[in-house]
């Protein structure tokens, strides 16, 4: 009995040494990879996988071609861009697509509402709004303000788009006044559209002049030591 005991005790210890643990009562590998490059889009996905607690490795490339287009990185995303997820033979680009995946096959708890929540649809609303709405005029001002070289640089462009920007805001502003959320309680949304509102703040678009309710929502997000660890990676 003592020779299966000991011999019990060495194979549980090498096995527990192997394996990332989340918590005392259980063991769980990592099984999500998540391929991300700072001040991306890919700060949603990595945020989001903090809210939720899940297990997942990093790899970190830089926001440059000689990460993102490479062949390497080609063979994940056709287009070469982040992010990236990797879950066991599954890879999912589009970071809508990987919220709603993570949701679905991972969502560990929450993070959104039942269908038969009166909340949901708004959520729907709201999740989807960052992309459809407020992404395409920040893609804008950053290619004009960032990305580009000076001489190339269109400043008729950029005030277009920070107008349109502006504009998309402001349903937003009177939505989420009275509310710490987007929904009133976070959730995933808040991952989402949450993000372009952090970013639209540091473009100087959302400030407490124009957009009050927005701008200390964003602050407010930036508590979270999720968030403030996605932004920060």
Not at 71 to 100: K, Q, W
Not at 142 to 149: A, D, R
Not at 188 to 196: Q, R, S
Request: glycine share 6%.
């Amino acid at each position: 009995g003592r020779i299966v005991s000991s011999t019990l005790e060495i194979i549980f210890h090498a096995v527990r040494s192997t394996v990332p643990i989340r918590s005392g009562f259980e063991e769980i590998p990592a099984m999500l990879t998540l391929h991300f490059a700072p001040n991306s889009r890919a700060s949603r996905t990595l945020w989001l996988l903090e809210e939720l607690g899940l297990e997942y490795e990093l790899n970190r490339m830089d926001f440059h071609p000689k990460d993102l287009k490479s062949d390497e990185h080609r063979a994940r995303h056709p287009l070469g861009r982040i992010p990236v997820l990797d879950d066991g033979d599954v890879s999912i680009y589009e970071s809508g697509a990987i919220a709603e995946y993570i949701l679905e096959c991972h969502k560990n708890g929450g993070l959104k509402p039942a269908p038969d929540d009166p909340r949901f649809p708004e959520y729907l609303q709201w999740f989807h709004y960052c992309e459809g709405m407020v992404m395409p005029p920040v893609n804008t001002i950053v290619v004009h303000t960032i990305l580009l070289p000076p001489d190339r640089q269109d400043e008729t462009v950029r005030g277009q788009a920070e107008r349109l920007l502006a504009k998309a805001w402001a349903p937003v502003e009177a939505a989420i006044e009275g509310r710490e959320y987007l929904i009133g309680d976070f959730s995933a949304a808040d991952t989402m559209l949450g993000h372009a509102c952090i970013m639209s703040k540091r473009l100087g678009i959302v400030t407490d002049e124009a957009f009050p309710n927005l701008s200390a929502y964003a602050d407010r997000l930036m508590t979270r030591p999720a968030c403030a660890k996605a932004f920060s990676a």
